[in-house]
């Protein structure tokens, strides 16, 4: 499996800030995703952040929200705009493994996020 | 999209003892399924991946019943370190994976 790092492993932000993540990975990979997973809840499908093209986002998130960069095979951002106290999760990125499936996906520690 | 559902739990077991519980999914073309754990403020980590009827990787053996649409995890001789949330996942889409909530097992001295 890929050596995944996140940057900051965890913050506290005030409400209407913006915050960065970063997400690295030790190894060019096509396709890398961003997950939420909020309190006591289960992870949920971000975006799909591809090289070369701009970021697809699932029902229910917006790309005012949370922009999306990916500069080259082994690295992106995610950012969390105009924060409230319900971005309050975990930000989790993954990658595909070596399976031709693409549905075998690791994860990075994680970012966790508190926002007051 | 569709769901995954999961018992929540917790299961409490005994160390040295089974214990094994399902996950339901609804659509029906997935065609893989995975079981992740997750301990407690850490990312999941990838524990089995289940393509046919079924997979066996040491002390755990995962299920697949595609007619109930159903995948079960069972786990034999619990370790106390086997004390973790199992994530059950069903892809919907290439790539994009559907999380179930978890089942918490405590495995108990």
């Known amino acids: 499996s890929a050596v995944i790092s996140q940057k900051p492993s965890r913050d506290i932000c005030q409400r209407g800030t913006s915050l960065t993540i970063q997400c690295q990975v030790d190894s060019q990979v096509t396709m890398m995703f961003w997950y939420r997973q909020q309190p006591g809840q289960s992870l949920t499908l971000i975006a799909t952040a591809n090289q070369g093209s701009e970021a697809t986002y699932e029902s229910g998130f917006v790309i005012d929200k949370f922009p999306i960069s990916r500069p080259n095979l082994t690295f992106s951002t995610l950012t969390v705009s105009n924060m409230s106290p319900e971005d309050s999760s975990i930000y989790l990125c993954s990658v595909p493994g070596r399976s031709i499936s693409y549905n075998e996906q690791f994860f990075g520690p994680g970012t966790r996020l508190t926002v007051l | 999209r569709k769901e995954v559902e999961q018992d929540p739990g917790p299961f409490n077991v005994p160390e040295g003892a089974t214990v094994a519980f399902n996950c339901t999914y609804s659509n029906s073309a997935s065609q893989s399924f995975f079981w992740y754990r997750q301990d407690c403020r850490k990312e999941p980590k990838l524990l089995m991946s289940?393509?046919?009827s079924g997979n066996e990787d040491g002390r755990f053996t995962a299920q697949l019943n595609r007619a109930s649409q159903y995948i079960s995890l069972l786990i034999r001789d619990s370790k106390l370190s086997d004390s973790a949330t199992y994530l059950c996942v069903a892809p919907w889409d290439w790539g994009k994976l559907q999380f179930g909530a978890g089942t918490q097992v405590v495995v108990t001295p």
């Open positions: 289940v393509y046919s």
